[in-house]
């Protein structure tokens, strides 16, 4: 079974905290992916990384940073929480061929106050 | 631009009854997904298909290329069942890959006992 693990399931940070999420697979997948999930709005990209030390904005990396120095894991960061970052935060993996299988975390759902 | 679309948003209804959940796109797909995430958040992959229609248990995927539509379908539907099911399209320009996708809001189904 792939696995996609997401280190936290809920976080609670205040505003200004620097907060990491972090993701870890163990399928070899090369291409890793941030998303944030909020009502009617559905997923939005944030960052993907094709891989190591490789990085890619997505539609919405404002207030965001990514870092991949290992292919097995991909860490977003928040690098000052505001309270509008507050949402649910899915990670994935796909291995870096045409059409492939995209693997999603469990979620973080991560409340800034 | 991709544009998905999903039917209904939600969807009440009772253990045993047939369920059917539609999903249009805007524009050539290479490939579409159908999603699941239960309440907690993670989000499990059900089909990935490009043509035609397949089946896993009482889960059954049908897409239609020239109508750019898609629909999954449950049969004897179950509590169990009840969770957020999503639909995300490759688009043909992105050359497929996670970072292509283009998720629909999702549909938020519950199934009565």
């Known amino acids: 079974d792939v696995k996609v693990t997401q280190s936290s399931r809920y976080l609670v940070k205040r505003t200004g905290e620097k907060v990491f999420l972090e993701c870890v697979q163990d399928?070899?997948?090369?291409?890793m992916f941030w998303y944030r999930q909020d009502p009617g709005l559905g997923l939005r990209l944030i960052y993907f990384s094709y891989d190591v030390k490789m990085k890619e904005k997505g539609d919405i990396p404002e207030g965001y940073s990514v870092s991949r120095e290992k292919k097995e894991r991909f860490s977003l960061i928040l690098e000052s929480a505001s309270t509008n970052q507050t949402s649910m935060y899915l990670c994935a993996s796909e291995r870096g061929t045409l059409n492939t299988e995209a693997f999603f975390g469990q979620g973080t759902r991560l409340t800034v106050v | 631009k991709n544009e998905v679309e999903q039917s209904p948003q939600n969807l009440t209804a009772q253990e045993g009854e047939f369920i059917t959940i539609n999903c249009s796109y805007s524009?050539?797909?290479?490939?579409l997904h159908w999603l699941q995430q239960h309440p907690g958040g993670g989000i499990v992959s059900l089909f990935m298909l490009s043509s035609g229609k397949k089946k896993h248990g009482r889960l059954i995927a049908t897409i239609n290329i020239q109508e750019k539509h898609s629909s999954l379908h449950i049969t004897a539907s179950h509590p169990r069942d009840s969770a957020v099911y999503i639909c995300a399209s490759f688009a043909s320009y992105s050359g497929g890959g996670a970072d292509g996708l283009t998720f629909g809001k999702g549909t938020h189904l519950i199934i009565q006992p």
């Open positions: 399928m070899d997948h090369e291409n």
């Open positions: 524009v050539g797909i290479s490939a």
